[in-house]
Nanobody, 123 residues
Framework: QVQLVESGGGLVQAGGSLRLSCAAS????????MGWFRQAPGKEREFVAA????????SYTDSVKGRFTISRDNARNTVYLEMNSLKPEDTAVYYC????????????????WGQGTQVTVSS
């Protein structure tokens, strides 16, 4: 069982930056692939970024490539999402996710979800 707790969301102006953190419980954090999804009002939850257990592989949805960076610290059981050049369309609740089976991606249901953290980007 893994529990995920996100933090770092907030209100920021367009062009600004935020760093989201996701702290995971459990002693086997390093075995999980980790990622971030987001859900904007009235829209379906969508994949944002993922990172392999060793941090050797990362993937991003096209709309955030070059602006967002996912990373992890297995010693701290934490995964991060550095978000730069934020746009109003990035406004959403951001969810951390963990999975033992495969690399997280679109249309994939992870084993575990966090409770979400709100990110609001004003124009």
């Amino acid at each position: 069982q893994v529990q995920l707790v996100e933090s770092g969301g907030g209100l920021v102006q367009a062009g600004g930056s935020l760093r989201l953190s996701c702290a995971a419980s459990g002693r086997t954090f390093s075995r999980y692939t980790m990622g971030w999804f987001r859900q904007a009002p009235g829209k379906e939850r969508e994949f944002v970024a993922a990172i392999s257990w060793s941090a050797g592989i990362t993937s991003y949805t096209d709309s955030v490539k070059g602006r967002f960076t996912i990373s992890r610290d297995n010693a701290r059981n934490t995964v991060y999402l550095e978000m730069n050049s934020l746009k109003p369309e990035d406004t959403a609740v951001y969810y951390c996710a963990a999975d033992l089976r495969a690399m997280l991606r679109s249309n994939y249901s992870p084993d575990y979800w966090g409770q979400g953290t709100q990110v609001t980007v004003s124009s």
